[in-house]
């Protein structure tokens, strides 16, 4: 199975829809990853806006 990124919140996962925002919006042309795992001691997860830990695209198409 191939990963895919949510076009509205940019987390990456294996599924059909985004287990974060529930969107079916999800598609395979992304580039860049980032891994959160502290959220209060990381300036790119503050950057995003992220708000849990998990798999991130820099850019989704």
């Known amino acids: 199975m ?4 949510c076009r509205e919140c940019h ?3 294996h599924g059909s829809a985004c287990p974060k ?4 919006t999800l598609s395979d ?4 990853l980032v891994i959160i795992f502290d959220l209060k001691g990381s ?3 503050h ?3 992220v708000e849990e830990k998990g798999r991130y695209a820099l850019r989704v198409r």
């Open 2 to 5: 191939t990963d895919k990124a």
């Open 11 to 13: 987390r990456i996962s």
């Open 21 to 24: 925002c529930k969107t079916a």
């Open 29 to 32: 042309d992304f580039t860049g």
């Open 43 to 45: 300036a790119i997860a």
């Open 47 to 49: 950057a995003m806006k």
